[in-house]
């Protein structure tokens, strides 16, 4: 058998990955004007998408990726895409407001996903919002296997009653970010204490918080401060999800890539702060690092050093940073006691001066990174315009120049003419009228005087 070329190996890999992407396509539908009139007979998973949109092409292998898997294990949500520009009218219908918008549409519901664009977490969200609303727990062997499954999730415990009923409305509503369940109080783990009945529960971080009333406000509002494990790995889209928690953000910032004793340390004092104070700040904080200063910075608007601490409160855009030297869990939990009852300055807001401030800010990062991406497109997009406004500027600087400049230049005429007018005259009075002689007149003889005469 003949050797393969390296040409010809390249060819094969080529058409099986077209193969490929032509089988992962043939599981996501192309929707169209007729989606509308069909669509609540089936559970649709659907990307709205816009053909010049970069994000959009972006997703679409991974799109591609989930109609296969969707299939594969047997959903009963099927996949699909519509170009929203092609059918804007439907787009709008369905409150499509940016590409790529991913929705999943269950009879009358139409259910936003807002979580990173992986294929898992997509799957993820499809079976979680096609799924029971309220899942029940009829057994421990149940309840063990979903604690061992979802890092974080819900639990109503009793009977019917106003509170079931205002946990119905909160799951309808927060569906699309984690799981509900129901059980029995025999169901419930031994280690767990309820001092009444009905109650509703979040397990996470390997232990739970039982619902307060009087403490926690509003069960909706509650679900969503609780629905995120305490220490976090974030990173800007996490810190976008958790502005509507109303939380205090403490992050480490570390070089994860960093093994010094100063970023270890840091990393280590905030989980152990997490972890062993929990009950005494779950309320008011949520703990976590990030990797790198770029982000943060941007944030921000300020250079900060790495390793460092800041505390972040997302609902006003105030921050708070070190105003002493972090050692300890002691001195971690100094410092943010020390933010509860206002003794450190926060920095940054939403004022005026900080909106313009970010204005500035955005603009300046927008050129700079233009320039460093693309030098010669940089000089092209600001350099041409800016050449063509000092063009326009020295011409109409030069025009001004040379009007008064004649202008002057005609007075300085003016008033050399009168001037020598002026000197003519005083001339013409001067000398003496025409037949006259400059020289005093010669007296002539009488005789021939009375000659002339004759």
């Known amino acids: ?32 004007e007729s989606f509308k009139d069909n669509r609540k007979d089936d559970i ?14 972006k997703l679409e292998p991974i799109w591609n990726e989930v109609g296969l898997e969707m299939k594969s294990i047997g959903s009963p949500v099927k996949v699909g895409k519509m170009d929203a520009t092609s059918y804007s009218s439907i787009a709008s219908e369905f409150g499509v407001r940016g590409y790529p ?59 019917e009653s106003t509170l079931k009923e205002k946990y119905i409305d909160a799951a309808s509503e927060l569906i699309v970010y984690t799981y509900f369940f129901s059980a029995s ?19 996470k971080d390997e232990t739970y918080f039982v619902y307060d009333e009087y403490e926690d406000g509003d069960l909706s509002s509650w679900i969503n401060r609780e629905r995120f494990q305490n220490y976090l790995t974030m990173d800007g889209f996490l810190l976008y999800e958790l502005g509507d928690t ?12 960093n093994t010094s004793i100063e970023h270890t340390r840091l990393k280590s004092i905030i989980q152990e702060v997490a972890r062993d104070y929990r009950d005494q700040f779950h309320r008011d904080f949520q703990f976590g690092h990030m990797d790198g200063n770029d982000y943060i910075n941007t944030l921000l608007m300020d250079e900060l050093t790495v390793p460092t601490l800041v505390v972040l409160n997302t609902s006003n855009q105030q921050y708070f940073l070190l105003d002493r030297e972090i050692k300890n869990t002691e001195d ?14 926060a920095q940054g807001g939403d004022s005026i001066l900080q909106r313009l401030k970010r204005m500035v800010f955005d603009a300046k990062s927008t050129v700079v990174s233009i320039f460093k991406s693309s030098p010669i497109m940089g000089c092209f997009l600001f350099g041409l315009p800016l050449g063509v ?10 025009a001004d120049t040379d009007g008064g400049y004649i202008e002057e230049r005609y007075e300085v005429s003016k008033s050399e003419t009168e001037s020598q007018e002026a000197t ?31």
């Open 1 to 32: 058998m003949a050797a393969r070329t390296p040409g010809a190996a390249l060819r094969l890999c080529a058409t099986v990955f077209l193969l490929e992407m032509a089988f992962c396509k043939g599981f996501v539908e192309d929707l169209d």
């Open 44 to 57: 649709w998973l659907v990307d709205f998408y816009a053909p010049w949109c970069g994000h959009c092409k």
């Open 101 to 159: 918008t991913i929705k999943l549409l269950k009879g009358d519901l139409a259910y936003n996903y807002r979580g990173p664009r992986t294929k898992d977490d997509i799957i993820e969200f499809a079976h979680r919002v096609s799924g029971a609303l309220i899942r029940p727990l009829p057994s421990q062997q149940m309840f063990e296997h979903v604690q061992k499954r979802h890092r974080v999730f819900f639990v109503y415990v009793g009977g």
């Open 185 to 203: 109080e025999e169901v419930v783990p031994e280690y767990v204490t309820l001092k009444e009945m009905p109650a509703v529960l979040v397990f």
């Open 246 to 257: 109303g939380k205090l953000v403490a992050i480490a910032i570390i070089d994860e890539k």
């Open 332 to 345: 971690m939990v100094q410092f943010i006691n020390s933010i509860l009852d206002g003794t450190v300055e």
């Open 389 to 398: 406004i000092s063009i326009m500027c020295y011409g109409i600087y030069t």
């Open 424 to 454: 003519e005259e005083s001339r013409e009075l001067q000398e003496p009228r025409s037949g006259q002689s400059l020289l005093p007149a010669r007296q002539e003889p009488k005789d021939v005087l009375e000659k002339k005469t004759d």
